[in-house]
């Protein structure tokens, strides 16, 4: 069974093999993982199987955003997986959410439920484009309160919003959050990084890292290294 850690390992490899050759250096009492839409589009439920076989409670990030029914049925299949977690888009509005929920009421093992509400990719320009003018980050509060107001776990949230929506929607609202880099380790790609410690000072309730863990020479040192830090 898994500790209740603030990391989500994220596994993004192309391979299978790769990802379960990870997770057999992680220790699943202090980390979780998170399965993306690559390899799950490679390895499908078996990936998730085998990572559950090995005592990790699995984060499914396929952001499903489709009609209710059919949302309602995907988060279903998931949950049938037996993971932990899983997520739909905000944007798919309330009724999407909802149907979603309702889904997963009377589940043995319900996953958490939460919603992304705008990519940290998305740039004010890139919402103006797609007819949304108010700017990223009141579509993301706007979203958050939906997100609330429907009765779901969390959100996905960069930490630049994690404070205003932990403000916004009370202690016990999951913000699930990258782009955090231990101090002293390199960004990659993303471009605002937070460490472990500044976000949970804003607030992250779960912190999705991968990298600076997957491409260690160590990465149950840096796992340790992370909880100490914040302990
Ligand atoms: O949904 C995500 O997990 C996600 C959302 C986002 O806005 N930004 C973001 O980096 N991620 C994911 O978070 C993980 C970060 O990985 P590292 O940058 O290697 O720590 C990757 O799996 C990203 O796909």
């Known amino acids: 069974m898994t500790a209740d850690s603030p990391i989500i390992v994220a596994l993004d490899y192309a391979e299978p093999e790769a990802a379960l050759a990870m997770a057999a250096r ?37 952001k499903f955003h489709d009609i209710p029914n059919t949302v309602a049925g995907a988060v279903r299949a998931a949950a049938d997986l037996g993971v932990w977690m899983v997520n739909v888009h905000a944007s798919g509005g309330g009724r999407m959410m ?13 996953p958490r439920l939460i919603a992304v509400t705008v990519l940290t990719s998305q740039t004010d320009d890139d919402l103006r484009e797609i007819g949304l003018r108010d700017g990223a ?27 205003m929506l932990r403000q916004l929607c009370g202690p016990d609202f999951d913000l699930v959050t990258p782009g955090i880099r231990p101090a ?15 976000a949970r000072d804003l607030g992250v309730s779960h912190m999705v890292i991968g990298r600076p863990i997957t ?8 796992v340790d290294d992370i909880l100490q830090s914040l302990s």
């Open 215 to 222: 491409r260690a020479p160590n990465p149950t040192a840096v």
């Open 98 to 110: 909802d149907a979603a929920r309702e889904a997963l009421a009377g589940h043995a093992a319900p």
């Open 137 to 163: 980050e009141e579509q993301v509060r706007r979203l958050a309160a939906l997100t609330r107001d429907h009765g779901l776990d969390g959100v996905v949230c960069s930490a630049r919003e994690a404070a």
């Open 184 to 198: 002293g380790s390199a960004g990659d790609d993303q471009r605002r990084v937070v460490t472990p410690v500044q």
């Open 26 to 62: 992680l220790d699943p009492a202090r980390v979780r993982v998170k399965v993306g839409k690559e390899l799950f589009t490679r390895g499908g439920p078996a990936v998730v199987e085998a990572l559950r076989e090995r005592g990790f409670q699995v984060f499914l990030d396929l």
